[in-house]
């Protein structure tokens, strides 16, 4: 009886990857690595040195800026994009949810 595999992996990437430095020292990942790392254009990377001849690259994780203040966790960054109208939005809000406080 011959049973074949229907739901196939997608194809990894060989372990083992030589690559060339360019004049300006820059690197080209390999579109195979790039699509099953989910890589784009403008992902940011750390590069990390492991040890005297061995370096690690890693996608580098923006830390979520967020802050616990009198015991509530507050968003502390900035916002990338305003909103026309969004700030008189939660200005609006935040006064709703003052007004159902002070009437409980």
Do not use: W, Y
Request: hydrophobic share 40%; net charge neutral.
């Amino acid at each position: 009886m011959l049973v074949s595999n229907v739901h196939s992996e997608p194809s990894r990437p060989p372990a083992k990857i030589e690559m060339t430095i360019d004049k300006a020292g820059r690197i080209v990942i390999p579109l195979a690595l790039r699509e099953r790392l989910n890589l784009q254009d403008g992902t940011r990377l750390e590069i990390c040195l492991e040890t005297d001849d061995a370096i690690v690259l890693k996608v580098a994780h923006e830390e979520t800026p967020t802050q616990r203040m009198s015991g509530v966790l507050a968003f502390t960054g900035k916002l990338a994009k305003t909103v026309a109208g969004s700030d008189d939005l939660v200005k609006h809000g935040r006064d709703e949810r003052i007004n159902k406080l002070i009437n409980l």
